[in-house]
């Protein structure tokens, strides 16, 4: 059964990555119905695989000048450059790449969708039918691997103790100098923009997601002012006309009180699409203490208990992983269990499926120093571990299929500056723990050894590095 799975779902995606071929090799439909925009800081982009551009100020907040050129070079048979993601993957002969993984989700929707997209003009103005926004940076946690423009906390931190000691593009990742703006909320073009134009483009959508920051946090209180973003979306959407299969889904770190998903779901009207079609992302990157580490100030114990609550009031949850050097080298097993523990708990539930509970493991890919690429070759094949334990513990293989192109990934990448990636890594945890008391050899006990040769690895002389490591 399990290989016939496989071999459907293989099959499935070839035949998507044909017809695809069939209008152009570059062709994907998300330039056309995916938007992914950050308000805050006024960028966006059509995967999240792809670099970031700006709003044009002079269009709408969709159909930018450059997607206009990227949709042009895919109906003349161009690979746009930023879809590298995709070209690599396919290139190895897999077919589990984000086109396809795209497409397959507005396939499921729209059979022709492929063909009729083909039909539109490269400068046609269309409305997404996906969209995930981001209002503000506004977080609780500070995330290992977050920049500070999207957690307001790192933000903080990084204004008390400064830049992180490490080679210049790994610092960048970190810094407040490194070239993006935070616009003032009260100035800031987009918002208004933004609440202009979503009263056209809330019709067309499949897909509202909400991202941050932290959206919940607004929900510590009652209050409902102008200035609240996610609130404000709420109301919106209660008192707006949406597809019959609209899904409202939001991404959460899940660590904050229970009380505030009870504000969340009391404001949520439900008779509304949006309350019946409510999807919860919820990120957490291993389990126990490591969690925690990587995720800080993350408590387990918190997250498990809203976790529960969402559950308990049939909200479906997708477990959100970044598969990092530290996931790969943790208790990750133990998540695997917890989900394997949750879905056994709720299996008699009349209306829970497996797709109640899900997870999603996209790989860490920046900062480079805490990509799992930069482990030696005989510690990346341990990984794969991890999915012979998905299969036992009967994780579907549309899971599994996605975890294992990220473990291919990771296998097949080796960076050629990796001694100076592990450099970083070593120099970052150690910063990392004086700036937060923490101790990351007594949480992550089986990297003693790696710290020790990565730490005593010679890098040539004329490197981009600030200091050596003491």
């Known amino acids: 059964m399990v290989d016939r799975q496989k071999e459907t779902l293989k099959e499935t995606l070839k035949r998507i990555k044909a017809r695809n071929d069939a209008i152009g090799e570059g062709f994907c439909v998300a330039k056309w119905w995916h938007q992914e925009m950050h308000l805050a800081e006024g960028i966006n982009m059509s995967c999240y695989h792809c670099p970031p551009h700006a709003l044009d100020k002079g269009s709408d907040l969709h159909n930018t000048l450059h997607k206009k050129q990227r949709r042009y070079e895919m109906l003349n048979n161009i690979k746009p450059e930023e879809c590298t993601r995709c070209w690599d993957i396919e290139d190895t002969g897999e077919f589990v790449s984000p086109r396809q993984i795209l497409s397959l989700m507005y396939l499921r929707r729209d059979p022709t969708i492929i063909e009729t997209t083909a039909t539109h003009h490269w400068n046609d103005p269309v409305f997404p039918k996906y969209l995930e926004v981001s209002f503000s940076n506004e977080c609780n946690l500070r995330c290992t691997y977050c920049a500070p423009q999207k957690s307001s906390s790192l933000y903080k931190e990084m204004e008390t103790h400064g830049e992180f000691d490490l080679s210049h593009e790994n610092r960048n990742h970190y810094s407040l100098d490194a070239g993006w703006t935070l616009h003032e909320e009260?100035?800031?073009?987009?918002?208004?923009?933004?609440?202009?134009?979503?009263p056209d483009a809330i019709e067309h959508l499949d897909v509202l997601r909400v991202t941050g920051g932290e959206p919940f946090l607004e929900y510590r209180n009652r209050n409902v002012s102008s200035s609240m973003k996610l609130k404000r979306l709420v109301s919106f959407l209660n008192e707006s006309?949406?597809?019959?299969?609209?899904?409202?889904?939001?991404?959460?770190?899940?660590?904050?009180?229970?009380?505030?998903?009870?504000?969340?779901?009391?404001?949520?009207?439900?008779?509304?699409?949006?309350?019946?079609?409510?999807?919860?992302?919820?990120?957490?990157?291993?389990?126990?203490?490591?969690?925690?580490?990587?995720?800080?100030?993350?408590?387990?114990?918190?997250?498990?208990?809203?976790i529960r609550f969402l559950l308990d009031n049939q909200i479906p949850v997708t477990i959100m992983t970044t598969y990092s050097v530290l996931s790969g080298m943790s208790d990750f097993p133990d998540l695997l269990y917890k989900i394997a523990e949750w879905r056994e708990d709720y299996a008699e539930k009349e209306w829970f499926t497996q797709s109640s509970l899900m997870i999603d493991t996209p790989h860490m890919t920046n900062p480079r120093h805490l990509s799992a690429a930069i482990l030696p070759k005989e510690l990346k094949e341990l990984l794969y571990y991890d999915l012979g334990l998905m299969e036992i513990l009967n994780f579907s293989q549309y899971e599994m299929s996605k975890f294992k192109t990220a473990l291919d990934w990771i296998y097949n990448t080796e960076y050629e500056d990796v001694d100076l990636l592990r450099h970083d890594f070593v120099k970052f945890?150690?910063?990392?723990?004086?700036?937060?008391?923490?101790?990351?050899?007594?949480?992550?006990?089986?990297?003693?050894?790696?710290?020790?040769?990565?730490?005593?690895?010679?890098?040539?002389?004329?490197?981009?590095?600030?200091?050596?490591?003491?």
């Open 186 to 198: 009260e100035t800031n073009p987009y918002l208004k923009r933004f609440w202009n134009w979503i």
């Open 241 to 306: 006309t949406v597809k019959d299969d609209f899904e409202f889904q939001i991404n959460s770190n899940l660590s904050f009180s229970t009380n505030i998903l009870r504000e969340f779901l009391f404001h949520l009207a439900p008779w509304t699409p949006a309350r019946k079609n409510l999807r919860v992302y919820a990120s957490i990157d291993s389990w126990g203490e490591q969690a925690e580490y990587i995720r800080h100030p993350l408590k387990v114990s918190k997250f498990e208990e809203n």
């Open 429 to 470: 945890v150690d910063q990392i723990d004086k700036r937060r008391n923490t101790d990351f050899l007594k949480t992550f006990p089986y990297y003693a050894d790696l710290l020790k040769m990565w730490k005593s690895t010679n890098l040539p002389k004329d490197v981009d590095i600030i200091a050596s490591i003491d």
